[in-house]
């Protein structure tokens, strides 16, 4: 079985300021990761993915995630936040390229001017 | 380049009525998943169409079917509609069954009543 736990349903930041989103992971297997996010009546889309290569992964828009094995975990950063990052952000585990995805219940990033 | 494209947007039935909803996939693709996001929660997996063919389902009762046709696009059938029925659902293509970079579609948000 696999799943994510996202540590916090709701994160507010400053313009500015540096974003953590907090994701721990459960997989029976070396996991494939992803941030998906998604925008108030848009489609989610894929910020950046671990699939087994460097665990310092890069993403779209300045986001980057790293994977730490020992602790399970796979948290989003952004050195600096910008208004366009409000939105929803959900960690999702995969055992193999070709199982299903499984989500996290959501991050709301809220950004304050 | 046309993304992946879901029909009707909205949505509002009674109980005990069904529903089809639509999908076409992204160009070049040739796989179709399908997920459901109740309010506040994560997109949950209902299953994935590749080759015209049910490759994989979650754990949603036979209620929930589907189709794929040769132009790679799906359908979503849902029988007997539950007010917990209602949700958003999303639509999803990819390349040859895999899973590692979905492209989502707005969705169809299907009110119950």
């Known amino acids: 079985a696999q799943s994510v736990t996202q540590l916090d349903s709701h994160v507010s930041v400053s313009e500015g300021t540096p974003v953590l989103l907090r994701c721990n992971y459960s997989s029976s297997y070396s996991p494939s990761l992803f941030w998906y996010v998604q925008h108030p009546n848009k489609g989610l889309q894929l910020l950046l993915k671990y699939t087994s290569a460097a665990t310092l992964v890069k993403g779209i828009n300045g986001f980057e995630a790293e994977f730490k094995k020992s602790e399970t975990s796979f948290h989003l950063t952004k050195p600096s936040a910008h208004m366009s990052d409000a939105a929803e952000y959900f960690c999702v585990v995969s055992n193999f390229g070709n199982e299903k995805l499984t989500f996290g219940t959501g991050t709301r990033l809220t950004i304050i001017p | 380049d046309a993304g992946v494209t879901q029909s009707p947007t909205h949505l509002i039935k009674t109980r005990g009525q069904q529903v089809t909803l639509r999908c076409s996939p992204k160009s070049g693709h040739d796989t179709v998943s399908w997920y459901q996001q109740a309010l506040g929660q994560g997109p949950q997996f209902i299953f994935q169409y590749y080759e015209e063919e049910e490759r994989q389902r979650g754990n949603f009762p036979d209620r929930f079917s589907g189709h794929q046709f040769p132009n790679y696009s799906s359908e979503l059938n849902v029988n007997a509609l539950l007010l917990g029925d209602s949700a958003l659902y999303l639509c999803?293509?990819?390349?040859?069954?895999?899973?590692?970079?979905?492209?989502f579609g707005s969705g169809t948000q299907l009110s119950v009543l």
């Open positions: 999803a293509s990819s390349s040859r069954g895999y899973n590692e970079k979905l492209f």
